[in-house]
């Protein structure tokens, strides 16, 4: 019995990233030419993540310096820190801990940067105040969501891009992100230094 539930993850796994091929791939590009326009033009990257997304955009920003699976310069990106670390550091008292990912932004983001946002549902109060102060200092935003994208789907002007996995339960949304997240940073490696044959 637990192996036949373990299996039907792999199974619904698999499924998911069959079917989000497709839809996927044109977004994901655009985010890709978003990414390589402000990292070739002297800029950075913000990634910012609600709950366990926050761990995805640390690993994503750790490949943008650090490499994927190819030597290169190094990209100038940085994981903003969850917003309970902040909140703890706050004189502001209640609410700093909504606000800690907005001030953030404000504080290191300029014209011209790149604000990646992961999310599953797209409510979170925090990033919605992130993507608002993105667009004040005229970043753009690449949404990574699961299900509609929620009320940050609604934030996105249109020189943002979104990524919407369009599934409800979050550790498959999740699990597609992961992916996705490994295809923007091949795509701007491949777009840098060239195609390269993938290897297993």
């Known amino acids: 019995m637990l192996e036949q539930r373990i299996q039907q993850h792999f199974i619904d ?12 791939g044109q977004p994901i590009a655009a985010a890709v030419q978003a990414i390589l326009a402000c990292v070739t033009n002297g800029a950075k990257v913000l990634a910012c993540g609600g709950g ?16 994927l699976e190819r030597e290169r310069p190094e990209l100038a990106a940085l994981a903003l820190a969850p917003d309970a670390v902040w909140a703890a550091a706050s004189a502001a008292g209640a609410g700093a801990d909504i606000a800690a990912l ?5 504080a290191l983001g300029q014209a011209g940067d790149l604000l990646l946002v992961i999310t599953t549902g797209g409510n979170e109060p925090a990033l919605l105040e992130a993507v608002q102060a993105a667009h004040e200092r005229d ?12 009320a940050l789907a ?14 409800d339960r979050a550790v498959r949304v999740r699990e597609v992100h992961a992916l996705v997240l490994h295809c923007l940073c091949d795509g701007v490696d491949a777009q840098l230094l060239g195609e390269q044959e993938i290897v297993s």
Do not use: N, W
């Open 13 to 24: 796994s698999a499924d998911l990233k069959y079917q989000a091929a497709q839809a996927l």
């Open 52 to 67: 366990p997304s926050a761990a995805q955009a640390q690993q994503f920003a750790a490949f943008c310096v650090m490499g």
């Open 102 to 106: 907005a001030r953030q932004v404000r």
């Open 139 to 150: 970043m753009t935003v690449v949404l990574l969501c699961g299900r509609d994208g929620g």
């Open 154 to 167: 609604t934030l996105l002007r249109e020189t943002d891009v979104q990524i919407c996995v369009p599934h």
